[in-house]
C-alpha cells in the first residue's frame, strides 16, 4: 500500500554536500519511525540514520554522526537526509523505510523498499 520515492542522488566531489528525499504515499506515516539505509556495490545494506515520528530523537550509524541530519516533514510525508562533508566511502544507493519502532527499523528487515537513489562521491 505504502510506496515510497527516493531523489536527490547525485555525483559529487569530497567534502561536498547532497540533500535526499524521500516521499511516501498511500499512507500518511506520521505516527512511524523513518529511516535511511544505503548500499554499496559487494556491500550488505546497513542502517544509516533513524527519526521518531515527531522528529524528537534520531540514530545515526557511527560512520556517519556528525556529518549527516535526519529529518522529517510530516506535512510532507516525507523524510530527508542532508549530507556534508562526504567522502568517497558513502558512495552507495539510499533508501528509505518506516516501523512503528525506530529500534526495530534500525534492523532493516523489510520485504519492500523503494528505487533508491543513487549517491557518488568522487575523490
Known amino acids: 500500500q505504502v510506496q515510497l520515492v527516493e531523489s536527490g542522488g547525485g555525483l559529487v566531489q569530497a567534502g561536498g554536500s547532497l540533500r535526499l528525499s524521500c516521499a511516501a504515499s498511500?499512507?500518511?506515516?506520521?505516527?512511524?519511525?523513518m529511516g535511511w539505509f544505503r548500499q554499496a556495490p559487494g556491500k550488505e545494506r546497513e542502517f544509516v540514520a533513524a527519526?521518531?515520528?515527531?522528529?524528537?530523537?534520531?540514530y545515526y550509524a557511527e560512520s556517519v554522526k556528525g556529518r549527516f541530519t535526519i529529518s522529517r516533514d510530516n506535512n510532507k510525508n516525507t523524510v530527508y537526509l542532508q549530507m556534508s562533508s562526504l567522502k568517497p566511502e558513502d558512495t552507495a544507493v539510499y533508501c528509505c523505510?518506516?516501523?512503528?519502532?525506530?529500534?526495530?527499523?534500525?534492523?532493516?528487515?523489510?520485504?519492500?523498499w523503494g528505487q533508491g537513489t543513487q549517491v557518488t562521491v568522487s575523490s
Open positions: 523505510n518506516y516501523d512503528l519502532s525506530s529500534w526495530r527499523l534500525r534492523a532493516g528487515n523489510y520485504d519492500y
Open positions: 498511500g499512507r500518511t506515516l506520521s505516527k512511524y519511525a
Open positions: 527519526i521518531t515520528p515527531t522528529g524528537g530523537i534520531t
